[in-house]
């Protein structure tokens, strides 16, 4: 049975979807290129290869928020589609000039889905793995238990209830890679169009009902996904509706000997460098570099929650009081680099995914982002030779995080806060701590270098090279130095200065705390 001809309409409707669907498959930006020619392919880490499989699409002219809310984010595939209808128009005088063969739209039609296919394949397979080996959505820290749930933003609270439940958030990998593979192939690609039409149709909208910020993406694969399943549409109806035999037909090109096997050649070596290789590498993520959470380990025996037995600044007392603003009500010493202590007072509230990058573990924020409560988040760099903790802020203001201020009780709208009412945060006092020297050499000979206090197996040149950069020169942050003092840990003394320059005296007192979750059966990172 031959292919039925093309219909002038169905001619027009395809040169628009062409550039349309070229446009947002095909990286744009000189940015990707360049960071794609600076891999280092003989030590690779796994976001070299998630780099190449996530990308923005759509021609990027008059920037996201040309047409506002509720259309922002999706004002690149506007523009594009602009372009595509006029391209589109174009072609069509073109091609009344230029008559070209009937079956140059068949072959047309052809690439134009495999691209997609593959675009959509690689794409969701590099999501995938970040949950099918949990580290997209982590356990919540010892910080994040112990914060009340009305602080919580609602999209820290449907990161945290699916964190909470690893095998949920296996499933949900296993879905995306399913489908990303499927789409592979050309007999199985319905397969795969409708599992990740389902898949992600459900993640936009709970990205949407819970303002998770990443709603454009998802929103991309539903779109490719829409595209592949159009081409079954009528099969589909014949099949299902009317209940009648439906053979599909699609055009498939003669491939020269040459042609075919470059064509299973490109095939092979990109299922082996997306599901084999990429799979290897985000194992190793999983193991030694979670991209969430901090992979240094942190100091063994401080480890755990703490109640704030006595607290004095500049030498005076501070009794606790539920409504005190300066005085900590309660710390807690992370697995990782991380102190965190909970004051009354507002603090600045960061609406980013917490994924750190670069790799640098203090720029790794999800035990930070959205949450209110007054809860302060801490990295420090431990001289345990000395016991002196050099600690920053983990909160950097970014403009492009949507950063509000919320306080001890803030909603975390988004709606920010008066002018009388917003936190500053950068330092008020120069000097001291604040100069670039403010870790010594010899502190600094018994910190050690960062980069390598995690297992050799996860070493890449990207972090090196991050790390490299990044030198011994510190952001613009809040800093603290304190010498802790403990023996095994129950009751730990800090003494020195705080983010002011102020003098600091805490005594913490360990709490042994039961909680009602059990403890993760997928515990991502090695601290021990």
């Given amino acids: 049975m031959a292919l039925k001809p093309w219909t002038e309409w169905q001619k027009i409707a395809f040169r628009i979807a062409f550039i349309f669907f070229i446009s947002i498959c095909i990286p744009n930006s000189a940015e990707w290129y360049k960071q794609v020619a600076g891999i280092d392919w003989t030590n690779l880490h796994y976001r070299d290869l998630y780099d190449i499989a996530r990308f923005g699409s759509g021609l990027n002219i008059f920037g996201n928020t040309i047409f506002g809310n509720p259309l922002a984010g999706y004002a690149n595939w506007i523009i594009t589609l602009l372009v595509a209808i006029a391209g589109g128009l174009l072609w069509t005088v073109i091609d009344k000039r230029r008559k070209p063969e009937p079956q140059d739209y068949n072959l047309l039609y052809y690439w134009l889905r495999a691209i997609v296919r593959y675009r959509a394949a690689i794409g969701i397979i590099g999501f995938g793995f970040t949950k099918l080996l949990p580290v997209q959505m982590p356990y919540p820290s010892i910080g ?93 109806y014949r099949l299902l509706i009317l209940e009648k035999p439906a053979r599909q037909l699609s055009y498939y090109p003669v491939f020269s000997t040459p042609w075919q096997f470059t064509r299973i050649g490109v095939k092979t070596a990109t299922i082996g460098v997306f599901l084999v290789l990429l799979f290897y590498l985000q194992y190793v993520n999983f193991l030694y570099d979670p991209y969430k959470q901090p992979a240094t380990k942190g100091i063994s025996k401080l480890r755990g929650y ?171 942050r809040k800093r603290m130095v304190l010498k802790f003092t403990t023996t095994d840990g129950s009751r730990v003394v800090l003494e020195g200065l705080d983010e002011n320059q102020d003098s600091l005296y805490v005594v913490l007192d360990r709490a042994e705390r039961k909680y009602a979750l059990s403890e993760s059966t997928l515990v991502a990172g090695k601290y021990e």
């Fill in 144 to 236: 994040l238990l112990n914060t009340d749930f009305g602080d919580f933003t609602a999209q820290k609270i449907y990161w945290l209830s699916i964190g909470i439940v690893p095998w949920y958030q296996v499933f949900a990998g296993v879905v995306e890679i399913g489908a990303g593979t499927l789409l592979f192939f050309r007999r199985t690609t319905l397969l795969g169009a409708v599992l990740l039409f389902g898949a992600l149709g459900d993640i936009v909208y709970v990205n949407f009902a819970y303002d998770g910020g990443v709603h454009v993406y998802s929103s991309y694969f539903v779109l490719l996904s829409t595209f592949l399943i159009v081409h079954y549409v009528p099969q589909l």
């Fill in 306 to 476: 703490y109640n704030v037995t006595t607290f004095r600044l500049n030498g005076k007392e501070i009794p606790y009081s539920p409504v005190d603003t300066v005085r900590w009500q309660e710390a807690t010493f992370e697995k990782w680099t991380s102190l965190t202590y909970k004051v009354n007072r507002p603090t600045p509230l960061d609406l980013s995914n917490g994924g750190g990058d670069p790799q640098r573990d203090i720029n790794r924020t999800f035990e930070l982002t959205g949450t209110a409560g007054g809860r302060r988040v801490f990295h420090y760099l431990a001289d345990t030779v000395d016991n002196v903790l050099y600690l920053q802020d983990k909160y950097k203001a970014i403009p492009d995080r949507r950063n509000v201020v919320a306080g001890a009780g803030g909603d975390g709208s988004g709606n920010g806060a008066p002018p009388e009412q917003r936190i500053d945060t950068e330092p008020k006092k120069k000097g001291g701590i604040y100069d670039d020297q403010w870790i010594s050499k010899t502190a600094w000979e018994h910190i050690g270098d960062e980069v390598e206090k995690i297992d050799p197996r996860a070493a890449s040149t990207r972090r090196d090279r991050e790390f490299a950069s990044a030198g011994k020169k510190f952001d613009k």
